[in-house]
């Protein structure tokens, strides 16, 4: 994989420039993308900018965040050559850094649960996740160091896991999502792949113009950490229930003071409505495609959508005031604890491309708004990750407790 | 004017067909759009559904609203001729109502406080106001009976004030705005204009299928009102505080306790940082067009931008805690009253159409996201309005008490 920081450390040290950093994305792509599928549109010719925080920084955008000079399709033959307007607004905070917006990422039907036809990188016969499948295969095959993506459910977290790649999926609305497809607008969060934790917190803080964001030198002492196992999302694999007890121990081998915590009911009965939240936005945000174009949707997304025609808003509003409900009391979770670590999803990817896994383990964090922070745990076969977790608007405290447990991990 | 409610009575009587009320539009818009300016486009040969509890209703939409079949400029020429590819949600949501999306109506530029061409129907040397300024106008000069458009500051209830036209801005996000342009994600509101309280509350039940929204056959007993000077946003001029004296003086003819309220100093502070929170997000969600084309940006949006670009996030982040801090006090204050009863705007319509009058009266109700409408108030000149204020997601009471107040003044 490229990481971002060691090509801005070359880049600040003068032994690589700008253009030269993006023509190793560019050579990575045109080695490693055929039979991956990670990629829609790449950008010929682009302007590389040699100054910036961010220069020589190629990027990967899930194909739901708008471009001006790229086509921008949903990954739907609806949207099929379509060229919006303006760039999303991080798109244009991107270019102002200095970074190379230099790929659009394939992503599931209007970031859907139908699969793309993006494969895994570490096995073409697996899925890579979704909905931000070539965004996660993208940074996993070393074609780009940064992609974003996003998640509704658990379409960020879930497909870095699957993908053995760095991903945070930031506090609700830390990131601008002007100009990215609506799925769900209480739900939607861009999200960040990178190699390493230290990638993804340096280009979050950069991008949210949070340095705090960003690792500091010494580290964090001591974390309090609660061990959750969502039970109420079902049983993980045994696989995942033993990269999860290896992330725990290296965090305590590491100095933190890691606690099994069985969640308060309050938040289990706002995973149970997430989806509820979710299709009666949905129906509102993708109105136009399902009224004109329903056979042209996913068969899942259409399922989704038939479905959500029957929900009325005393629904919305009751699903709405149980996760209010949650988030008081999510918030004092975090006043035991400084992060919590669970499960980024079931097991390792699955075997096919008919899904795209599942997002159980996601649905409560991303209803609930605060930051996720998927760190790989590394070991043999398919990756795994496990998912470390903050108080609403603390992505620093989630991305140094996981910078934390991956030195662990790695020493 | 076109009452909605009268024209969906007199179709449902079969005395009026969907076509022909759709006729009586077009015949005004040529009869009296000349010399108005109220309109940018308007749908040539519209198809006309029969049915739908919307049937028959011509709407005029802001120009930020996206729509496929209709070109969709932004009151720039930035966008001029630009095709969205999709219905945003409240346009698809009014298809499938039966209504007929006539005409896009005239908006400042990117809904910023850029005066437009629009003049005001009851005097063309004065403003309608602004930023929805044709959509205000198209429906006090009759062209249309139902019209949206979209506040961030004070953009719905101003002009309406200034055209002597009933108007809602509802709770934030009762409304989907997918598909809007974004100027503030925190504030963007759509609202509905229209000939008096009851057309805009029937239309509203419909559009946000909540049908308790809509006004009760017996009215509202006796409410408690709170009578709101807000002082920290300077004086209004004589003639509003007349009219204000006056829906008050018919509020208590009718049954209604009104009481001088002075609100709790945590309101003023959110007035003041409303700026800040539109400021911080305008340049994020017009980063594009301030990249690429800050020179044919309107002069005051270039200089709000401008200012926007020596803001940080501590600013913003101080902005929002303020304004949660004052939802939580004004909570409070609806404890006490059923409404509350203020200015709709300073005073008359400015004369010139070199501005488009001020806000003042209305930022802290956008930050608060509580449903506001404006009332007119009977009198010689150009017209007065009064802003009646429920606690957030009690649309119905807002509406319930402004035709209370609506029915004295004209009794």
Known sequence: MQSLVDLRTRIAAGTLDPAGAIALAQDAIAAREPGLGALVHVASDPA??????????????KDIIDTADIPTEMGSAIYAGWRPKADAAIVARLRSLGAVPLAKTVTCPFASRDPSATVNPHDPGHTPGGSSSGSAAAVAAGLVPLALGTQTAGSVIRPAAFCGVAAIKPSFRLLPTVGVKTFSWALDTLGLFGAGIRDVAHALALLADRPAIDLAPGGIAAPRIGLVLQDFAG??????????????????????????????????????????????????????????????L?????????????????????????????????????????????????????????????????????????????????????????????????????????????GALEG
């Open 298 to 406: 996913g068969p899942g997304l259409r399922a989704e959508l038939d479905g959500a025609q029957a929900l009325t808003a005393s629904d919305y509003d009751a699903a709405r005031r149980t996760a209010h409900r949650a988030r008081r009391v999510l918030k004092d979770v975090f006043s035991e604890f400084d992060a919590l670590l669970t499960f980024s999803a079931p097991g390792r990817a699955p075997a096919g491309l008919a899904g795209t896994g599942d997002p159980r383990f996601n649905r409560l964090w991303t209803l609930m708004g605060v930051p996720c922070v998927n760190l790989p745990v590394p070991g043999d076969g398919l990756p795994l990750g496990v998912q470390i977790i903050a108080r609403f608007g603390d992505d620093g405290q989630a991305l140094a407790v996981a910078r934390m447990i991956e």
């Open 48 to 61: 590389v900018p040699r100054d910036g925080p961010l220069a020589g920084i190629a990027i990967g955008l």
């Open 235 to 296: 049983p993980a694999d045994p696989d995942a229930v033993a990269a999860l007890s290896r992330a725990a121990r290296a965090a305590e081998a590491a100095g933190a003071a890691v606690t099994d915590l069985i969640l308060p009911a309050q938040l289990a009965e706002a995973w149970a409505v997430q989806a509820t939240v979710q299709a009666f936005e949905a129906r509102q945000a993708l109105a136009w495609e399902y009224a004109h174009h329903r056979d042209a």
